[in-house]
């Protein structure tokens, strides 16, 4: 199943309250109603929910974890490594090559 990236999630959470807080009031404009219902949909459709509500908490969740999991991975992931450390790797991209007995 295809997931939807987690800064996608993020920032369709962000937009949707955006324009939530922006629809507050009664006389509310078309085009901004429109756009919260596109985000609406597109929360909906993206996490597989059929409410905004299960969508909201859905999107919430996903983009939380991934990026408690990138805090906790991400310095040991962007470090780069020593001299030491490359010339004391067991591992090798190579293959040894053999001599022929001809």
């Known amino acids: 199943m295809l997931q939807a990236h987690p800064s996608v999630l ?21 085009a901004l109603r429109r756009q919260l219902d596109d985000v609406t949909y597109t929360l909906c ?8 509500e299960q969508a909201l908490a859905s999107a919430r969740r996903r983009a939380r974890t991934v990026r408690d999991v990138r805090d906790v991975r991400g310095q040991a992931s962007t470090a780069v490594p020593s001299s030491s450390t490359k010339a004391s790797s067991s591992h090798s991209l190579t293959t040894p090559t053999t001599a022929m007995a001809g």
């Open 45 to 52: 459709v993206i996490t597989g929910t059929r409410s905004l």
């Open 10 to 30: 993020a920032d369709l959470v962000e937009r949707y309250e955006s324009l939530h807080a922006k629809t507050g009031s009664a006389a509310v404009d078309p």
